[in-house]
């Protein structure tokens, strides 16, 4: 295993920033890992890369307990959030001074600028270099040494599409053909999507879910997940708009799938439910359905998000005495929303 | 600056009538504070300079240890004031040229003068490494090299006191002072300045210790 760390503490400034992290990274592997502004991401690799000593956990790379950091980052391509260059170098000159720290250039600079689109631009100074074009050199820094690990932090900012693309198919290349584990950490779940395996959310210094994302579509391709809580039971359980599908139902909340191919926008459907159907929604929760809510669901720091959500799914005609707030989230669901004041505690308040 | 000073030890009315010797110890100190001035700016650079302009991450997550690190950094402010020690030496010349001790003040500028320098620019660099910004570390190695050289501000009446005495007992920038007093100007012996050598290498030493133990986790954020 190229990264095995497990419950990772760290307590800055009398600040505690990692609780409970884990991550795991095999070779060949993408790992991406997400989390909100603040969640811990960007000091989980300080730590990887020995630049924090955690106060609890355990870090092994490479199957090695992290005695000799200086060794083991030797092994390590980082791509850092800020490319962080000599911009009067120009990048063939920084390649190669960089390199120096490894020893040398394993193969020449012009084809490791060709390899990350910078071909003919090797002569620039850097502080010519437009953002894309220091982020596909920061990549080239990263792959000066044919590294075994890869850590990329936010590596397609700043890229126009075909740009993003390219680094994407690179990255694969890089996870197929070389074996090369790479640990990505962005905000864009596109990027997720395409290229990772397996993915690791972490918010308040929290591993909140580690899991494949094989896993993850299999559990979700049944449908988008929501959790409803009825006001009285319904007078008709089994009759329901099309594409709704009751799944369970117990101590007041009823869950429902909504099929994929439901082409109905939420707030028509919960209409539905609440008009023609007579349903007295209380409160809705969403529990799944792609990456997306899966990664608002495990953090709690995007509440505007949740509002959305709740706004969302919020039916268009709802009795004036039933307006009330929307609800912070309880741990394990996405959003919800109140038709009626909280008079009593709930899971939602 | 170099000129201004030795212009001033030829030209002005009082200064003019120092002997020799004075001259050349006067810009021999001279030499040695503004290079040490000169390692503090550095070395308060070397660190959260790097960390202002973002370039200090790439260093520290390269395969290179504390020391080579820290190495690299004082290579900058051993080259800096090598180069300010070879422009003092027609100064020294100029003013000191046909007097008495002129060489044994180059070799003792080089002797003590190198360590003492050296040693503020590891101390910047040791406050650099764990300092939010380049002016916080600038400032409080500007302090400390303004608190050592305060004994000579005080004037010799104060000197000779025991605080001022034993100040000076632990004071490079005094150490390597004194030795530049007794040599150039009292003929004094090296056997003579041991201890005062001793001195402003325990100075080196424990600065440099103070400088890497800093970069080994450097405030990088």
């Known amino acids: 295993m190229l990264v095995n760390a497990n419950h990772l503490k760290l307590t800055l400034d009398g600040r505690s920033i990692l609780q409970d992290v884990s991550v795991h990274i095999e070779r060949g592997e993408i790992y991406g890992l997400l989390g909100p502004n603040g969640a811990g991401k960007s000091t989980t690799i300080a730590v990887l890369l020995g630049l924090y000593e955690p106060d609890a956990g355990e870090v092994r790379l490479f199957d090695q307990a992290r005695g000799h950091p200086v060794e083991l980052r030797g092994r390590i391509g980082v791509m850092p959030e800020r490319a962080g260059f000599y911009e009067w170098m120009n990048a063939s000159d920084y390649l190669a001074w960089y390199a120096s720290f490894y020893g040398g250039l394993q193969q020449p600079v012009a084809d490791l600028l060709h390899l990350v689109g910078l071909g003919d631009a090797g002569g620039r100074p850097i502080g010519q270099f437009s953002r894309g074009m220091q982020q596909r050199l920061a990549l080239a820094r990263a792959l000066v040494d044919g590294p075994e690990l890869l850590i990329l932090d936010e590596p397609t900012n700043g890229l126009d599409p075909r740009g993003r693309r390219e680094i994407h198919d690179l990255l694969l290349r890089l996870a197929a053909e070389r074996n090369v584990g790479i640990l990505l950490c962005t905000h864009l779940l596109d990027d997720v999507e395409r290229l990772c395996s397996r993915i690791g959310i972490i918010d308040g210094g929290r591993t909140r879910l580690e899991a494949s994302l094989q896993e993850l579509a299999a559990v979700h391709s049944a449908g988008r997940r929501f959790r409803l809580r009825l006001e009285r039971p319904p007078a008709d359980p089994a009759s329901l708009p099309a594409g709704v599908t009751l799944t369970n139902e117990g101590q007041g909340w009823w869950q429902c799938v909504i099929a994929p191919d439901n082409s109905r926008p939420l707030p028509i459907l919960w209409e539905d439910l609440l008009v023609g159907h007579d349903w007295e929604i209380a409160e809705i929760h969403a529990t799944g359905g792609g990456l997306e809510a899966l990664y608002l669901q495990m953090t709690t720091g995007s509440e505007s998000e949740l509002k959305e959500e709740a706004v969302l799914a919020r039916p268009p005609r709802l009795p004036a005495k039933s307006e009330g707030p929307c609800c912070r989230t309880s741990a394990g669901s996405v959003g919800c929303w109140r038709s009626a004041p909280c008079s009593r505690p709930s899971p939602c308040c | ?221």
Not at chain 2, 37 to 46: F, P, Q
Not at chain 2, 66 to 90: D, F, I, R, T
Not at chain 2, 98 to 119: D, K
Not at chain 2, 140 to 167: D, E, H, W, Y
């Open chain 2, 1 to 221: 600056m170099l000129s201004a000073f030795a212009l001033l030890l030829i030209s002005n009315q009082e200064l003019s009538l120092l002997d020799n010797a004075q001259v050349v110890y006067m810009l021999a100190g001279t030499v040695t504070a503004a290079g040490a001035v000169i390692a503090v700016i550095l070395g308060a650079d070397a660190f959260a300079g790097e960390r202002e302009r973002g370039t200090l991450v790439p260093l520290l997550i390269a395969p290179i240890s504390s020391s080579a690190l820290v190495n690299g950094k004082a290579l900058g402010l051993v080259s800096a004031w090598g180069l300010m020690y070879l422009l003092s030496l027609p100064y020294l010349w100029a003013v000191g040229a046909g007097g008495q001790n002129l060489v044994q003040a180059i070799l003792y500028l080089a002797l003590f003068g190198t360590p003492v320098v050296l040693g503020f620019g590891y101390l910047a660099m040791a406050l650099s490494a764990r300092s939010g910004s380049v002016l916080t570390s600038l400032l409080t190695s500007l302090i400390v090299l303004l608190f050592t050289a305060s004994p000579l501000l005080l004037g010799p009446g104060l000197r000779n006191s025991t605080i001022g005495k034993a100040l000076d007992a632990v004071n490079p920038f005094s150490g390597a002072l004194n030795t530049y007093d007794a040599v150039i100007i009292d003929s004094d012996p090296f056997l003579a300045q041991l201890p005062r050598f001793a001195l402003v290498l325990t100075w080196l030493a424990v600065t440099f210790l103070a400088a890497r133990r800093s970069a080994r986790r450097p405030r990088f954020r």
